[in-house]
Structure formats: structure tokens, C-alpha cells
């Protein structure tokens, strides 16, 4: 494995440090210490290296809009409604960040406005590991406890990325992290042509504000039903009539036995992501409302040229004890992984 650490840009007076591995088979995985943004998951091609995530040229471009690229996502990952929540017999109130009173990705100060602690791991010759680290205050959103976080993202000889999500807090606290990664597969700007299959038969209901009623609603027979696999060009068109005009929606996954929940596909390329996650939720945003000013590597920002696919735990979760428990007791460390396995 070949790894090296290079400083990739300021922000905000602070050197914001690019971490890279390449594996055996040409791979290279580049990871940004600001936000523990995912920059670089690139594979060989007739062309040279072909990018499979959404990417800018400079830090500033990564936060001058509102769609976390590929960035770190944390505390919780998705929409906490009413910016309160019930946990051990106490009621919590928390920073908002969108709307009225929503906690979105964590609130204001969440994983993708923190410039990380980085190093790399190389002591195994066939997996190394980018491990980055950063404590969350209380103060700074005001979820309890100060949460030590780390996120520690492999690449192996087998062309899988591995991401492994660490949290130990100082007191009872919500943990249920993700990666807001933008796919685009193809050698086109839009991700019209590539299929996209997801292991889930419901996807939940949610409120004006995106916020979910705690009410499941059948996938068979209407366009979010992925679980054969879909053209994602056709399932938009089938998206028309609705306000958004696409998809930003979180599936009800049922997990396969090896984990896998996703696989997004590009049958002119070839190339594949299969994403494995033990969790029982995965958002689907087709970035229906990117917008022009948006200096992507790929181009001017449009709508349709990623797909973001965030694996988590159902979001809300506090507000809904059936879509699971992303708790934490005090000095328990928790983990969680996903992992992409890519072909080309
Ligand atoms: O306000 C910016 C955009 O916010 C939303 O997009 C988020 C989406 O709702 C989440 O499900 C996803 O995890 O993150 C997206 C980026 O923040 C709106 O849906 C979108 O229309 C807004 O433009």
C-alpha cells in the first residue's frame, strides 16, 4: 500500500491536510482532516483515474452550500424534530440548525465544521487505515457529554473502504453517525443511466418539514421501489409531481446476511459500489436542488449529478423508540461501520 499525508489547502487559518492510500490494484482513497470529508475514492480507467464521489477543488467550496459533499456527519445522522429529546428520565433541548426547531446532521457545530486530527495507520501491507479524531463538546450543541469521535476510514488490496465510527462520551448521549457520500459512477455529469438496487420494502412517511410521522410506507408498485433494481433516471422521472422532484427519502433496509444494503451500478462503465451497513436505514438524495454556484470538480452544480447514500439508523430515533436505540451510556465506547466495495 502506498499512503502519504500532504497539506491540501487553508480554511479558516488552518491547514486542512489531505491523507491518501492507494492499494495494489491503482485504488486511491483521499481523505480531507476538515469535516473527515471523503475526497478521493478513485479507480483506474481508459482515461486515467476516475473519481466515483463528488468532489471540489478547496475547503471554502466544501461549506459554502448546504449539502455536506461527502463529509462527516455526527452526532446523528438526518432530521431530530423539535430540537428536544427524552433519555434516562431527563428532557434535553439542542442547538437547530434548519426550519422552526430541526437538528439537522448534528445541528450547527456537528462532525462537518471541524477540522480532524489525522494520522495514518500502515503496519498492515494489505489494509491501511486513515484514523481521525475530534472531541465534541457539550457546549457545542448541547447534547450531553463531551464525545470523543473517531473515524477511521481503510482501504484494502481488495478494493473495499471500510469506515469504522468510534464514539465514548462523558455522559449519556445520541450517537448515530453517517457519511453524506455523493456517488456518480459514470463519465456523465448526471447519474441518469446508473441502476440503483436497495434491500428495503418501506420507506418512512415524513412531514412538510422532512420530519418522520413514525408511519411506514409500502415500496412495491410505486417508484421507490428499488429492491430489483431501478433505473434511477426513470425513478426520477416517476418523481415529477412531487415537490422534490426526485428522491431525499430514508429506506427501511432489511441488512443481507454478509450486510449488504445497497448496490449502485453503471452498466456503460461497469463500475459498481456495494454498501454494507449492519444499521436498519439508508437516505437516498438525488441532489435535486444543487444549484449552479456550485463549483463541483465535475462541473457547474445541476440537479441529478450525485446520489447521496447514507447509511444509518432510522432517523428521529428518539421521537420513535420501534426504529431503534442510537443511545450511548456514559464511557461505553460505540461503534459503527459501513463499508463500500467498489468494482470497475
Ligand atoms: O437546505 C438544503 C437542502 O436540505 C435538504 O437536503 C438534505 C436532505 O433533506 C437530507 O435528507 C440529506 O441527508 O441531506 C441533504 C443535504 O443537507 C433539502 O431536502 C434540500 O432540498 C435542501 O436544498
Redesign the pocket.
Known sequence: MKTATTKWDTYQNQAVTEYTIENKNGVKLGILSWGATLHTLSVPSKDGDKNLVLSYHKMEDYLS????VCMG?GRI???LGGGTFEMGGKTYTVDTN?GKDTT??GGPHGFNTVNWDGEIDDSDANEAKIILSHTFKSSDDSFPGDMTAKMIYSLDNNDRVNLKFEANSTALTLFNP?L?VYFNLSDDQLISGQTLQINAKEHLEVTSE?IPTGNFIQNAGTPFDFSKGQNLGEAIRGMQGTT?KGF???FHVEPAADNKIAELSDPQSNRSVTIKSSRNGL?V?TA???TSDMKLATGAGQPYMGV?L?AQTL?DTPHHPNFGDVSVPAGKTQTYEIAYEVKY
Do not use: Q, W
Open positions: 452550500n448546504p449539502f455536506y456527519i445522522g438526518g432530521r434548519e439537522l446532521h453517517t453524506h422532512k422534490e431525499d427519502d430514508l437516505v438524495f435535486n436542488s444543487f447521496a447514507e432517523s
